[in-house]
Structure formats: structure tokens, C-alpha cells
């Protein structure tokens, strides 16, 4: 939750012609992840879970490859960038290892 809040500080500053192109495809993406986590839980089934698990992953991945091009426009900063990176870094290792372990 924290990453979505500081995604959408940092998007603020985009340009306003891209409210509806880069800016929302990354809330879009950063909003995917913990939704997906929360509708997976609740589905009460473990391989569900991990379904929605993966496709939360998949998310991640796409905000992650936003995030970059944002920097290589220079609609974000190298400082920003990296502290938005890390902090998806961590959430991916977090849910593939809880995947894995519901797996096993």
C-alpha cells in the first residue's frame, strides 16, 4: 500500500497531457498488484491464491518497466526511480517466496 501512495505522489508531477497515458497506465499497474493479492486471499483456496499471486507478479512487472520508461523521458528523477524500483524489488522477492511457499 505504501508503494501506491508514493506512486501516486510521484505521478502527480507528470505532465498533465499524460494523465491518461503513461500516468495511469503505472497507477493502474502499482493498484493491479494489491488487488490482486487481496482477491486471491480471499478466494480462500490456496492454488487460487497463487494464481492471483502470479498475475499480481505479472503487474509488477509492468510497473516496474513503466517506471523505467518514466525515467528515460525524465518525467521522474534517478533518485525517485530508485526508490520506486527497491521498493517493487522487495514486494516481488516477498511474493514469489509467498507463492513458494504455498506451493510447497
Known sequence: MQLVTDTYLI????????VF???SQ???SIISVACNI???F????????????????G???????QIE?????????????NQLYEKSREIEIMIVSFSNKINH
Open 59 to 65: 503487474s509488477l512487472f509492468e510497473y516496474q518497466t
Open 26 to 28: 503505472i497507477k493502474r
Open 42 to 57: 480471499g478466494r480462500k483456496s490456496g492454488k487460487e491464491f497463487v494464481r492471483f499471486l502470479n498475475i499480481s507478479i
Open 11 to 18: 505521478t502527480n508531477t507528470f505532465p498533465k497531457e499524460e
Open 21 to 23: 497515458g503513461l500516468t
Open 69 to 81: 520508461i518514466a525515467r528515460n523521458i525524465k518525467f521522474i528523477s534517478e533518485e525517485d526511480f
Open 38 to 40: 487481496a482477491e486471491g
